[in-house]
């Protein structure tokens, strides 16, 4: 038993689980019949034993298909908290596109966490991204999603048919993933998920208007009528936007008024994600710009495939491919510096940002990539990579959570100014990348080298922290 605390003790936080995941089927709303398809897969986890004694075959891997914000994540939490199981996530953009080199190993993780702490649901957001067809990539590149692929596969195969661990993913291209994907053991159930149709709409606003003082007479048919096309994600935005609406002007309920102006506002919105502005281009190309310049300044993201600031998915603003090209990224943790840099890079466009339009007009557009700095910072910290931390053990305990959400801020801090510092003195590379951006939407690695290797000031920068 001496061997069992000792063990219990070393236990490291899982780094996938989403705490506190408390979601309901009565959270989703405007699913009409695909809701039995789901509490079906809960009654894998609920009644899994009277499954196999029929000789029921309990999927490994439930495929959820369609498009951004119709709340397929939703429902992978609904079932997880239906079911009452643990609910792990990870986005596959997030392996591949950043840490090419570790997403074999991170599938492997998240897989052990999930079954140390079965049963559980894992949740594979945007699979597209690792799960491309085999072959379509081409380069080196190709190679390492060929190595998350397959580790994927063997951690499907090893759940096929035990009903405690269950893998949902999502995905907007079902067409492009890879045959061995949805070989039968593995995705082989498929559930659309359409964008929601008039009635949809209307029990979606009705969903979250729930939680909302509203006003007795809301008229929610005329809001779902003049939002035709919109999916969840716009129409809980329109509730929200309602809400702020009714706080300004010091009232205490929310009309249909304030619904039908901030469905406006959503309409306006999106089609300004549509058909962007000249401003608007600049703006994103000065954030993917910002991660590009300060990236290259770092031995181990450098490597830069390709910058984009085409529309990709409605999902995100635009992207730029890095990848880590030690060998020692391979396997396991990121080394020490290299997470610095890391967090520098994902806090470059607030940086620009403050650079480029003052500290009086932020927008929030670099609000995703602070957000990953932000998560980054906070591994460091409870890795015990922080100077001030280094070697403690237990070190997740609750009061000191608040203690490690400093030391997080202070490497955020450092790492900020930094990415400023990198900025600045490459504005000349920012201001023809952003250009290049701009005229041309996307640049391959020789034509971004290319300009680097013209107007890019390279320092090697000494270690920050
Ligand atoms: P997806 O995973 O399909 O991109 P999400 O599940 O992330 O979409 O949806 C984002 C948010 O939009 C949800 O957290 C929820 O607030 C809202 N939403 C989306 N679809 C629905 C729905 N069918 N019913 C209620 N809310 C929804």
């Not at 995941?21 to 039995?36: C, M, N, T």
């Not at 359409?194 to 949809?200: E, F, V, W, Y």
């Not at 006003?215 to 939002?227: C, H, L, R, W």
């Amino acid at each position: 038993s001496g061997a069992r605390v000792r063990r219990a003790h070393n236990k490291r936080l899982p780094q996938y689980l989403e705490r506190g995941v408390d979601v309901k089927f009565s959270d989703v709303a405007g699913l009409g019949k695909i809701r039995l398809e789901l509490e079906e897969i809960v009654k894998f986890f609920t009644h899994g034993e009277m499954y196999r004694r029929r000789g029921v075959r309990i999927p490994g891997g439930i495929l959820l298909c369609g498009p951004p914000g119709v709340g397929k994540t939703l429902l992978a939490k609904a079932v997880a908290g239906e079911a009452g199981v643990n609910f792990f996530s990870i986005s596959a953009s997030q392996f591949v596109e950043i840490y090419v080199g570790v997403g074999a190993s991170r599938v492997r993780a998240l897989y052990q966490e999930a079954r140390e702490n079965a049963p559980s649901v894992v949740f594979i957001d945007e699979l597209d991204a690792v799960g491309r067809e085999r072959g379509l990539i081409k380069g080196s590149g190709g190679q390492e999603r060929d190595a998350t692929l397959n580790q994927l596969l063997v951690c499907l195969d090893g759940f096929e048919g035990r009903g405690n661990v269950i893998t949902i993913a999502s995905t907007n291209r079902p067409d492009i993933l890879d045959p061995a994907l949805v070989r039968p053991g593995r995705f082989d159930r498929k559930i659309f998920i359409p964008k929601p149709g008039l009635i949809g709409r209307m029990e979606i606003l009705q969903v979250h208007a729930r939680k909302k003082p509203m006003a007795e007479d809301v008229d929610y048919m005329a809001v779902a009528s003049m939002t035709d096309g919109m999916v969840g994600a716009e129409l809980a935005n329109i509730v929200e936007v309602a809400a702020i609406n009714m706080i300004r002007d010091g009232r205490t309920e929310i009309t249909t008024d304030d619904l039908l102006q901030a469905a406006q506002i959503e309409e306006r919105g999106m089609l300004d994600r549509k058909e962007r502005g000249p401003e608007t281009w600049k703006q994103v190309a000065i954030n993917e710009a910002a991660m590009a310049v300060v990236a290259v300044n770092f031995p181990d993201l450098r490597n830069i495939e390709f910058v984009t600031i085409a529309p990709r998915a409605g999902r995100e603003l635009g992207y730029v491919r890095m990848k880590m090209d030690h060998i020692k990224f391979a396997e396991g943790m990121l080394s020490r510096q290299s997470l610095l840099d890391h967090i520098t890079v994902q806090l470059a466009p607030r940086a620009a940002d403050e650079l480029w339009y003052g500290e009086g007009q932020l927008s929030t557009i670099w609000a995703e990539t602070a957000d990953n700095a932000r998560s980054a910072a906070r591994m460091f910290v409870l890795g015990g990579l922080s100077e001030k931390h280094h070697g403690l053990s237990n070190f997740w305990v609750a009061d000191r959570i608040n203690e490690i959400d400093l030391e997080a801020l202070r490497i955020m801090n450092m790492c900020y100014e930094r990415a400023k510092e990198i900025l600045q003195q490459n504005r000349k590379l920012m201001d023809a990348v952003v250009d290049e951006l701009v005229r041309k939407k996307s640049l391959t690695k020789q034509e971004f080298f290319g300009l680097v290797e013209l107007h890019g000031s390279l320092k090697p920068m000494p270690p920050s922290i």
